[in-house]
């Protein structure tokens, strides 16, 4: 007997009869039988629940197992797993039962997802990770997962608003990067697009009317556009669709966000799709450059505006040839030119794969290979890990090529020591540097697409704290930060000793005072500080005698007893370097922000729009994680920031930076002559603690120009640098330049 009442026993076995007409057609009927049990099982376990909506609780995984089946392709394990995807979470059936009843295969997926059920919170980091290893053990977990927030998203409507921010706001953040990430462009546009009305209705329901208001005149346009093309298509016996589609809104309004753009001037609002049925005989690539010429015989394309990803497809395994053409209304417009089955595979992503099989090389394998060699050695924490994720999540790409031909794909901004780490974990920790096209360049140096790189080594480097500043991928700032883990703590080790040793033979006691006094002499941060900086040989103890010979005073022996808890020998670390167990560290927004050049703590990072060196005026935005950005006060996108979420910004202040240099650039201009570079170099190789990273100059009817690229540590050093180079003979004007990219 259900508990349901009989309109609401009606609705069950109406969804239910729509995923078995899906099915059907696909699965024997000893699949059928499965399927069928899988629902009995679950629709008695949820029986009399119903979801916020009121609807009977069971409808949800029977919808999240029709998109799994029907969007996605997948088979009869994934289509019973998505079906009992929340018994384990909401009854009290456990993993144990459902490997009795429906098997091995079926009960590791439902018990992957029900780890990653629940509430995210602040956990989110947390959560990823754990979806990023349950993505190494089996993709499907990770697919059901993204249908099952398809689903909910889908039916957002029936919760209390504030829900619904929440939910679209981690959509947005996890699940939609995710689905981009895996090629479920379909899945991920339909996320992003419901998001976006949740969390912005107003601008989603301005931007339904802007779209719906020139729609008629966009199908004119489009008209007129491909009427041409079709007819050259045919002539030549080319088997075809040719469909149009619109930008999605979400990608619409970001870009009116981030390029301060009106609706009227987004210019590619429209792609036209050519999708063809290749000829079995002649290669697929070969057909679709044949109907580029076509197109491009009709229409003036762009220059630099072709983009091959057939003879080399994007990680997710995009394949696709796209050109932008000038339209005739004057107006560019992209034209997109595929097979079928690329674009079941740019819809669908790798889960077209399994449809088209015979497609050996997924790239996707190889993608997941790298995030489970990160998770396998990498001891970082969880947010840590997000961060570095997120670097590989949203990159694009550029493709290198070692000595012997082989591709490698990195993301586009990636160093020599990028590829070193690519390549083996050795090569990273002894790279000096490396040979690009014949010629020499440092670790620092940003490959460019088809670069072919050696990588040079040395037995006597090893890895550089300076290299976190450069890099681009995940796989190098894990290796690199293990690595430094490792010294540091070697560091420590060493020079806990030492410190401990000059202590006792100046015949001071050891306890937390001294260490207290030693600390503050030489301005450190913690006694940690003061171990590894003499442990690697940076701070000698030459003032202990004048040191430990002073009185303490009063004052401070007030401020010590407030912040001195407990633990004898040790000091209280400051509370901004208090790092619990716990994910989230609460800032403190009514204290300014403390910047440290601490390796294992950092929790902030430079943003790279206004590119803040140590000196300067800067400010934090908080983002996830309580992670904290830093910009440059009068920086455009801060200011923005500070506009629009205020809540979430702090304010910031240096300690002292030392160790640590940062890429700054400079232009210089005035009157040629010669020497006059030799002059530039000569100041900044004498002045002490800078590094040059590259120069270009340029002269012309006796002007010249120039850019500097330098490691400084600081705003003082550098106006030192600007003052002196202002001095040099013919130099009219020394320029801070923020935009690093040429
Ligand atoms: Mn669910």
Same mark, same amino acid.
């Given at each position: 007997?259900?508990?349901?009442?009989?309109?609401?026993?009606?609705?069950?076995?109406?969804?239910?009869?729509?995923?078995?007409?899906?099915?059907? #057609?696909?699965?024997?009927?000893?699949?059928?039988?499965?399927?069928?049990?899988?629902?009995?099982?679950?629709?008695?376990?949820?029986?009399?629940?119903?979801?916020?909506?009121?609807?009977?609780?069971?409808?949800?995984?029977?919808?999240?197992?029709?998109?799994?089946?029907?969007?996605? =392709?997948?088979?009869?394990?994934?289509?019973?797993?998505?079906?009992?995807?929340?018994?384990?979470?909401?009854?009290?059936?456990?993993?144990?039962?459902?490997?009795?009843?429906?098997?091995?295969?079926?009960?590791?997926?439902?018990?992957?997802?029900?780890?990653?059920?629940?509430?995210?919170?602040?956990?989110?980091?947390?959560?990823?990770?754990?979806?990023?290893?349950?993505?190494?053990?089996?993709?499907?977990?990770?697919?059901?997962?993204?249908?099952?927030?398809?689903?909910?998203?889908?039916?957002?409507?029936?919760?209390?608003?504030?829900?619904?921010? #929440?939910?679209? =706001?981690?959509?947005?953040?996890?699940?939609?990067?995710?689905?981009?990430?895996?090629?479920?462009?379909?899945?991920?546009?339909?996320?992003?697009?419901?998001?976006?009305?949740?969390?912005?209705?107003?601008?989603?329901?301005?931007?339904?009317?802007?779209?719906?208001?020139?729609?008629?005149?966009?199908?004119?346009?489009?008209?007129?556009?491909?009427?041409?093309?079709?007819?050259?298509?045919?002539?030549?016996?080319?088997?075809?669709?040719?469909?149009?589609?619109?930008?999605?809104?979400?990608?619409?309004?970001?870009?009116?966000?981030?390029?301060?753009?009106?609706?009227?001037?987004?210019?590619?609002?429209?792609?036209?799709?050519?999708?063809?049925?290749?000829?079995? @005989?002649?290669?697929?690539?070969?057909? $679709?450059?044949?109907?580029?010429?076509?197109?491009?015989?009709?229409?003036?394309?762009?220059?630099?505006?072709?983009?091959?990803?057939?003879?080399?497809?994007?990680?997710? =395994?995009?394949?696709?040839?796209?050109?932008?053409?000038?339209?005739?209304?004057?107006?560019?417009?992209?034209?997109?030119?595929?097979?079928?089955?690329?674009?079941?595979?740019?819809?669908?992503?790798?889960?077209?794969?399994?449809?088209?099989?015979?497609?050996?090389?997924?790239?996707?394998?190889?993608?997941?290979?790298?995030?489970?060699?990160?998770?396998?050695?990498?001891?970082?924490?969880?947010?840590?890990?997000?961060?570095?994720? #997120?670097?590989?999540?949203?990159?694009?790409?550029?493709?290198?090529?070692?000595?012997?031909?082989?591709?490698?794909?990195?993301?586009?901004?990636?160093?020599?020591?990028?590829?070193?780490?690519?390549?083996?974990?050795?090569?990273?920790?002894?790279?000096? =540097?490396?040979?690009?096209?014949?010629?020499?360049?440092?670790?620092?140096?940003?490959?460019?697409?088809?670069?072919?790189?050696?990588?040079?080594?040395?037995?006597?480097?090893?890895?550089?704290?300076?290299?976190?500043?450069?890099?681009?991928?995940?796989?190098?700032?894990?290796?690199?930060?293990?690595?430094?883990?490792?010294?540091?703590?070697?560091?420590?080790?060493?020079?806990?000793?030492?410190? @401990?040793?000059?202590?006792?033979?100046?015949?001071?006691?050891?306890?937390?005072?001294?260490?207290?006094?030693?600390?503050?002499?030489?301005?450190?941060?913690?006694?940690?500080?003061?171990?590894?900086?003499?442990?690697?040989?940076?701070? #000698?103890?030459?003032?202990?005698?004048?040191?430990?010979?002073?009185?303490?005073?009063?004052?401070?022996?007030?401020?010590?007893?407030?912040?001195?808890?407990?633990?004898?020998?040790?000091?209280?670390?400051?509370?901004?370097? @208090?790092?619990?167990?716990?994910?989230?560290?609460?800032?403190?927004?009514?204290?300014?922000?403390?910047?440290?050049?601490?390796?294992?703590?950092?929790?902030?990072?430079?943003?790279? $729009?206004?590119?803040?060196?140590?000196?300067?005026?800067?400010?934090?935005?908080?983002?996830?994680?309580?992670?904290?950005?830093?910009?440059?006060?009068?920086?455009?996108?801060?200011?923005?920031?500070?506009?629009?979420?205020?809540?979430?910004?702090?304010?910031?202040?240096?300690?002292?930076?030392?160790?640590?240099?940062?890429?700054?650039?400079?232009?210089?201009?005035?009157?040629?002559?010669?020497?006059?570079?030799?002059?530039?170099?000569?100041?900044?190789?004498?002045?002490?603690?800078?590094?040059?990273?590259?120069?270009?100059?340029?002269?012309?009817?006796?002007?010249?120009?120039? *850019?500097?690229?330098?490691?400084?540590?600081?705003?003082? *050093?550098?106006?030192?640098?600007?003052?002196?180079?202002?001095?040099?003979?013919?130099?009219?004007?020394?320029?801070?330049?923020?935009?690093?990219?040429?």
């Amino acid at each position: 007997m259900s508990l349901f009442t009989k309109a609401e026993i009606r609705q069950i076995n109406d969804c239910y009869d729509d995923l078995k007409r899906e099915i059907s #057609k696909r699965f024997d009927p000893e699949r059928m039988e499965k399927v069928d049990k899988a629902f009995v099982f679950a629709n008695a376990a949820h029986d009399g629940i119903r979801r916020k909506s009121g609807e009977p609780y069971i409808v949800h995984p029977i919808a999240v197992a029709t998109i799994v089946a029907h969007d996605l =392709g997948l088979g009869a394990t994934s289509v019973i797993a998505s079906i009992l995807h929340d018994v384990v979470e909401d009854t009290d059936y456990t993993t144990e039962d459902i490997r009795n009843m429906f098997g091995e295969n079926v009960s590791r997926i439902v018990d992957g997802l029900t780890k990653l059920s629940g509430e995210m919170d602040s956990r989110q980091a947390l959560t990823l990770k754990k979806m990023l290893m349950t993505l190494s053990d089996d993709v499907r977990v990770i697919i059901i997962k993204l249908a099952d927030r398809l689903h909910n998203m889908r039916t957002l409507e029936s919760m209390p608003p504030l829900k619904q921010l #929440k939910v679209s =706001g981690e959509t947005l953040y996890l699940y939609a990067p995710l689905a981009h990430r895996l090629g479920l462009y379909a899945i991920k546009n339909e996320l992003e697009e419901l998001s976006f009305k949740f969390k912005h209705p107003e601008d989603y329901k301005h931007l339904l009317y802007q779209l719906h208001d020139q729609e008629e005149k966009r199908n004119y346009l489009v008209n007129e556009f491909i009427t041409p093309i079709r007819e050259r298509l045919a002539e030549e016996h080319i088997e075809c669709t040719v469909t149009h589609r619109l930008k999605s809104m979400y990608s619409i309004w970001t870009k009116m966000r981030t390029k301060g753009v009106t609706f009227d001037e987004i210019y590619d609002l429209l792609a036209i799709r050519i999708l063809l049925k290749p000829k079995t @005989e002649i290669s697929e690539k070969r057909q $679709c450059f044949e109907v580029l010429s076509i197109v491009t015989d009709i229409y003036q394309p762009k220059p630099d505006r072709i983009r091959d990803w057939i003879t080399m497809p994007r990680a997710n =395994g995009y394949e696709s040839l796209h050109v932008t053409v000038m339209g005739p209304q004057g107006k560019w417009v992209e034209v997109q030119i595929r097979t079928e089955r690329m674009d079941q595979v740019a819809e669908y992503g790798f889960a077209a794969h399994y449809k088209y099989k015979g497609i050996a090389e997924n790239e996707l394998d190889r993608w997941i290979e790298r995030i489970r060699d990160h998770l396998q050695n990498s001891e970082t924490d969880a947010f840590e890990f997000l961060d570095d994720f #997120k670097l590989d999540l949203f990159a694009s790409e550029i493709v290198v090529f070692t000595p012997k031909g082989k591709t490698i794909k990195l993301p586009k901004s990636s160093t020599v020591i990028d590829v070193a780490y690519e390549i083996h974990t050795n090569l990273g920790n002894k790279c000096i =540097g490396a040979k690009i096209n014949q010629k020499l360049v440092p670790p620092s140096h940003i490959l460019q697409n088809g670069d072919q790189v050696e990588i040079l080594t040395s037995e006597n480097q090893t890895p550089q704290q300076q290299w976190l500043s450069f890099i681009a991928t995940a796989k190098a700032r894990g290796k690199i930060k293990d690595a430094l883990r490792a010294e540091k703590h070697h560091h420590l080790e060493v020079g806990k000793e030492l410190v @401990e040793k000059a202590i006792r033979d100046h015949r001071a006691p050891l306890v937390a005072n001294t260490l207290k006094k030693i600390v503050d002499h030489y301005n450190l941060n913690n006694k940690e500080q003061l171990y590894s900086e003499v442990g690697m040989g940076i701070l #000698k103890l030459d003032d202990l005698d004048k040191i430990l010979a002073r009185k303490s005073t009063n004052k401070f022996i007030k401020y010590w007893n407030i912040t001195f808890k407990g633990k004898n020998s040790h000091l209280k670390e400051s509370e901004e370097e @208090e790092k619990g167990e716990e994910p989230t560290r609460l800032l403190d927004k009514q204290k300014p922000f403390l910047l440290k050049e601490n390796a294992d703590d950092i929790t902030y990072s430079l943003a790279k $729009c206004c590119h803040p060196i140590p000196g300067d005026d800067v400010i934090g935005y908080i983002s996830a994680g309580d992670h904290v950005i830093i910009h440059k006060k009068e920086c455009e996108k801060a200011e923005k920031l500070v506009g629009s979420q205020g809540n979430k910004i702090i304010t910031a202040k240096w300690t002292k930076f030392k160790k640590l240099s940062y890429l700054t650039r400079l232009n210089l201009s005035g009157f040629d002559r010669t020497g006059i570079v030799s002059d530039v170099t000569n100041i900044i190789s004498k002045q002490h603690n800078i590094n040059m990273r590259s120069v270009k100059f340029d002269t012309h009817d006796g002007l010249f120009e120039g *850019d500097l690229f330098i490691y400084i540590h600081s705003t003082d *050093d550098l106006n030192t640098l600007i003052h002196h180079l202002g001095k040099i003979k013919g130099i009219d004007k020394v320029i801070r330049v923020e935009n690093l990219n040429d």
